[in-house]
């Protein structure tokens, strides 16, 4: 009798967890656009709350570094995609396609396939400038708030923020990079381990990068990034040199999120400046963070996010 009911919970709990992985199933698809195939994947597809698609930086930087946000899809579907040219999207056509009115089209086509009634963006450095280029450009109807982490909005601001990160490193590495950034010797492994420095204070602090980082370097889209950006972090000749959205986004009317690392690439100091451009915004600054603070403070993030989201 007690052998039969341990059995009959057994395939109980056995319905139930598949049950539960066929609620939370994850659908992948492309769409097709003027230069290549665009990848895209739906997590949490039979969620009951308002959609979440996710834009990642770069540009070229591609969605694995977004992996904890998958936690977010136990109350919404989250949509996850790479760009044209990283990722699961290298099936290119031409390359034509490296610049900005692309990438909003590309967006453009992206929610029309997935066919939302409404939903929330989500936009992290790169992806924030691209965020507001689509709002500004196609004047959707059906967006309930934008999420911006560590944004990108302005590429001279950008800059002059960097440089004064550099300014306040060790005079033996600052000398380094600006030396490197100067001669354009970029693979000069003074300047990688320098970089490395630079990278740690400033784009991801934990001692050990997590392999969702790791992996998304290894998918890294650099002929993108050099396209669009240039050689390196600091010389933009790309066709992102004189970018700035600023004024775009300060004419945004629906609920934004600001959000940054205190020592992030994207300043608290520029967050609250682009905040009090725009009455609908709010910033939140994560203590003992930098650019990748959903990776470095993630259960506080998470909260951050599903608090903003549900109200």
């Known amino acids: 009798m007690i052998m039969q009911i341990l059995k009959n919970l057994i395939m109980l709990v056995v319905i139930m967890n598949n049950l539960a992985a066929q609620t939370n199933r994850i659908l992948e698809g492309f769409i097709e656009t003027t230069h290549g195939r665009t990848w895209y994947s739906i997590h949490g597809k039979d969620k009951n709350g308002i959609p979440l698609i996710l834009v990642h930086g770069g540009p070229g930087a591609s969605h694995y570094y977004l992996e904890p946000l998958k936690k977010l899809a136990e109350e919404r579907p989250v949509i996850f995609y790479d760009q044209l040219g990283c990722g699961n999207s290298r099936e290119i056509i031409n390359k034509s396609f490296m610049n900005v009115e692309y990438y909003v089209d590309e967006l453009e086509k992206l929610i029309a396939e997935l066919n939302f009634n409404e939903y929330h963006l989500w936009g992290n450095s790169w992806g924030a400038m691209l965020i507001t280029e689509f709002i500004s450009a196609k004047k959707p109807t059906n967006i309930k708030?934008?999420?911006?982490?560590?944004?990108?909005?302005?590429?001279?601001?950008?800059?002059?923020?960097?440089?004064?990160?550099?300014?306040?490193?060790?005079?033996?590495?600052?000398?380094?990079?600006?030396?490197?950034?100067?001669?354009?010797?970029?693979?000069?492994?003074?300047?990688?381990?320098?970089?490395?420095?630079?990278?740690?204070?400033?784009?991801?602090?934990?001692?050990?990068?997590?392999?969702?980082?790791?992996?998304?370097?290894?998918?890294?889209?650099?002929?993108?990034?050099?396209?669009?950006?240039?050689?390196?972090?600091?010389?933009?000749?790309?066709?992102?040199?004189?970018?700035?959205?600023?004024?775009?986004?300060?004419?945004i009317n629906i609920p934004i999120l600001l959000t940054c690392g205190e020592y992030d690439e994207s300043t608290p100091a520029a967050n609250q400046y682009f905040a009090s451009l725009n009455s609908y915004a709010k910033v939140i600054v994560i203590k003992d963070a930098s650019h990748e603070h959903h990776l470095e403070k993630t259960d506080e993030y998470l909260y951050i996010c599903r608090e903003f989201l549900n109200r």
């Open 145 to 251: 708030s934008i999420i911006l982490s560590g944004a990108y909005l302005n590429t001279k601001l950008w800059i002059d923020d960097q440089i004064n990160y550099i300014r306040q490193l060790p005079d033996s590495i600052k000398i380094i990079i600006e030396n490197s950034e100067e001669s354009g010797d970029f693979n000069n492994p003074k300047y990688q381990e320098a970089m490395n420095i630079y990278y740690k204070k400033h784009v991801c602090r934990l001692e050990q990068w997590p392999e969702c980082l790791n992996k998304a370097f290894e998918n890294f889209g650099t002929e993108v990034y050099n396209a669009m950006w240039g050689p390196s972090e600091f010389t933009v000749n790309g066709t992102l040199k004189n970018a700035d959205v600023i004024d775009k986004f300060a004419r």
